[in-house]
């Protein structure tokens, strides 16, 4: 399998903020790399895909770069809907394992 | 607009077989792949596995000897059954469409709102 990991676990941050998330996957997954928010007693909701495309309706401040096992997710503004949990995950070959997820709190 | 909804008992007994529904509303089956995730209580995301709408499955090998999925193209419906459950298989279980074709990368979207399944005798 190949194994996703997130960093920070958490992290705390003022609104205005910018933040930034590092994945990381222990084999190379090309762009195969999706991100996910989750807020509290909430499915998770698909934010970027494909390592750097926007998902339709997802806010402009989010963003996604990187390629082989190396990716980050970036709001470039942090808004109060955006504390939550973000989980990457990875699409290149089954089974479509996720990061351990970063909590995302107000500072 | 398509919409998952995740439907099963709550609460299962240890050694018995969990078995949850998916049904899908607003839009085919067919030429999607249909996932099944689910999340410990404070935890993260675990993967289960996936069927095609053809019929082709993917099993997660942690839990590949005890996972069934299959489909009822018929009702729209997704299912998902898991023997001999622990304790360690509480959670909330979620469906998720995947996608297919030339320009995937296997992303999940949508996602149904979860069923929290509880195993405790």
């Known amino acids: 399998d190949i194994q996703m990991t997130q960093s920070p676990s958490s992290l705390s941050a003022s609104v205005g903020d910018r933040v930034t998330i590092t994945c990381r996957a222990s084999q190379t997954i090309s762009s195969y790399l999706n991100w996910y928010q989750q807020r509290p007693g909430k499915a998770p909701k698909l934010l970027i895909y494909a390592a750097s495309s926007l998902h339709s309706g997802v806010p402009s401040r989010f963003s996604g770069s990187g390629s082989g096992t190396d990716f980050t997710l970036t709001i470039s503004s942090l808004q109060p809907e955006d504390f939550a949990t973000y989980y990457c995950?990875?699409?290149?070959?089954?089974?479509?394992?996720f990061g351990q997820g970063t909590k995302v709190e107000i500072k | 607009q398509v919409q998952l909804q995740e439907s099963g008992p709550g609460l299962v007994k240890p050694s018995e077989t969990l078995s949850l529904t998916c049904t899908v509303s607003g839009g085919s089956i067919s030429n999607y792949y249909w996932n099944w995730i689910r999340q410990p209580p404070g935890q993260g995301l675990e993967y289960i596995g996936y069927i095609y709408y053809r019929g082709n499955t993917n099993y997660n090998p942690s839990l590949k000897s005890r996972v069934t999925i299959s489909l009822d193209t018929s009702k729209n419906e997704v299912s998902l059954k898991l023997t001999s459950v622990t304790a360690a298989d509480t959670a909330v279980y979620y469906c998720?469409?995947?996608?297919?074709?030339?320009?995937?990368?296997?992303?999940?979207?949508?996602w149904g709102q979860g069923t929290l399944i509880t195993v405790s005798s």
């Open positions: 995950q990875q699409g290149y070959s089954p089974p479509r394992t």
């Open positions: 998720a469409r995947g996608c297919s074709g030339g320009s995937c990368y296997n992303w999940f979207d949508p």
